[in-house]
C-alpha cells in the first residue's frame, strides 16, 4: 500500500500539529508537540501525534532529525538545512551555511556521479552554553 509522495489526507489534527510544529525554532520531540497539540485537541493520544508526525515525515512536509539519540526531534521547515546540537544542553538550532548547493556541485564533479541530497550535522557548545562557563 503506497501512496505517491506528496499525497497527504488532511485531517484536523494533523493541521494542528503541521502549525505548532511550523510555529516553533526549537525542533521539538513528539512529546512536546503532543503536550501543545493537547491545549486545544485534549482528546488526541501521543499514539495519534506519533502516527501524524509519521505520514508528514514521509510526505515530505516536516523533517526528522535523529541526531544520534533514541528519539527524534521534528523541523516545521522541510527544505534541507544544517543544525548543530548542544553537546551540553540538548538545543537543536539552525545553522546558517550558504555552500549547500556548491556542496552537493563538488561532491558531483570531483567523484563524477549525481547527488540527491546530502546530511550534515554539527555538534559541540552553544553560544548560552560557552557564555555560561566564562
Ligand atoms: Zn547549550
Ligand atoms: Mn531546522
Avoid at 36 to 46: D, G, M, Q, Y
Avoid at 60 to 66: D, I
Avoid at 90 to 101: H, M, N, T, Y
Avoid at 125 to 131: G, M, P, S, T, Y
Amino acid at each position: 500500500m503506497s501512496k505517491p509522495k506528496g499525497f497527504i489526507r488532511r485531517t484536523k489534527q494533523r493541521e494542528l500539529i503541521l502549525e505548532v510544529l511550523k510555529g516553533t525554532t526549537c525542533h521539538p520531540t513528539a512529546d512536546w508537540v503532543y503536550e501543545k497539540v493537547r491545549e486545544e485537541l485534549p482528546s488526541i493520544s501521543l499514539g495519534t501525534v506519533y502516527r501524524n508526525l509519521r505520514s508528514l515525515v514521509e510526505a515530505g512536509e516536516v523533517l526528522e532529525l535523529t541526531f544520534g539519540s533514541s528519539f527524534s526531534r521534528f523541523d516545521g521547515n522541510p527544505e534541507n538545512h544544517y543544525h548543530f546540537a548542544c553537546e551540553e544542553c540538548g538545543q537543536v538550532s539552525d545553522i546558517d551555511f550558504p555552500l549547500q548547493e556548491e556542496l552537493e556541485k563538488r561532491v558531483e564533479e570531483s567523484n563524477r556521479l549525481k547527488v540527491h541530497t546530502h546530511r550534515l550535522e554539527f555538534y559541540g557548545i552553544c553560544q548560552e552554553c560557552l557564555n555560561k562557563k566564562e
